[in-house]
């Protein structure tokens, strides 16, 4: 299994489909970098990525290397890992271009080869949902940061905005197709978050307009949808979002 996802992840790096600059450029790199920070409009406001100067943070499933970058900018010293060859490749890429130091390896989350307590954060955005045994990518998270470490970590909700307009309207999920998609409630997420000392749970991910959709359905979706989801009072939908974010100390 593990090979498998490793071999489809070669070949789908996330948010691929929208960038128009050649592959490895500094220009498709910015490209990736506008259109995640415009899709996740949360993700600057939950993490302070200038919070970690000095630190020693690991990020498993670094893909290029998008997040990783403002770690490294704002100055942690990062070290990144993901499965996919061709995502630490890309991941190099981008930090060289950047003037920026990492230490950056094609390994299993679920197996990392660091000792006991080595990282001051560990950090994984969007990568639970995608391997082949969650609890025991956990199990390692919490094995290589020290103690009182922090954690941040990010699954799909499985009772979410998201999941019912899939199935409404038969748009499957991206990635739908990878080896494991699985997704969590939040009853299963704080199971996964158990061996931590004190976890804060957030539900984020909330509709923004879309560039990966168009036709009918993406005009619907852009013009009518994600203004009138986001008129409805928060303290309704907050449980119903998307991304499930945890804040973690060991």
Request: charge should be positive; charged fraction near 20%.
């Amino acid at each position: 299994m593990i090979s498998a996802i490793a071999a489809y992840w070669d070949k789908h790096i996330h948010d691929l489909a929208i960038t128009t600059q050649p592959v490895g450029t500094p220009g498709f790199f910015r490209e990736l970098d506008d259109y995640r920070f415009a899709k996740l409009q949360y993700l600057p406001r939950l993490v302070d990525f200038s919070a970690y100067r000095g630190k020693t943070l690991l990020e498993v499933g670094c893909g290029a290397g998008i997040d990783l970058a403002r770690f490294a900018r704002a100055g942690a010293q990062v070290t990144g890992v993901d499965l996919s060859t061709t995502a630490i490749e890309l991941a190099r890429q981008n930090l060289d271009q950047r003037g920026l130091q990492a230490d950056l390896r094609v390994m299993n989350g679920e197996a990392l080869e660091f000792p006991d307590e080595t990282f001051d954060v560990v950090y994984a955005h969007g990568v639970l949902q995608y391997t082949a045994d969650g609890g025991k990518m956990v199990a390692e998270l919490y094995r290589v940061l020290k103690k009182g470490g922090e954690a941040i970590l990010m699954v799909y909700n499985k009772y979410s905005w998201l999941s019912l307009m899939s199935l409404l309207t038969k748009v499957p999920l991206e990635h739908a197709d990878a080896p494991v998609l699985r997704k969590f409630s939040i009853g299963e997420f704080r199971q996964l978050l158990k061996p931590f000392a004190s976890y804060r749970l957030v539900p984020e991910r909330f509709p923004v307009k879309t560039r990966l959709h168009g036709g009918g359905k993406g005009i619907i979706y852009n013009l009518v949808f994600v203004g009138a989801f986001n008129r409805l009072p928060k303290f309704l939908v907050r449980p119903f979002g998307w991304h499930l974010m945890a804040f973690a100390t060991k």
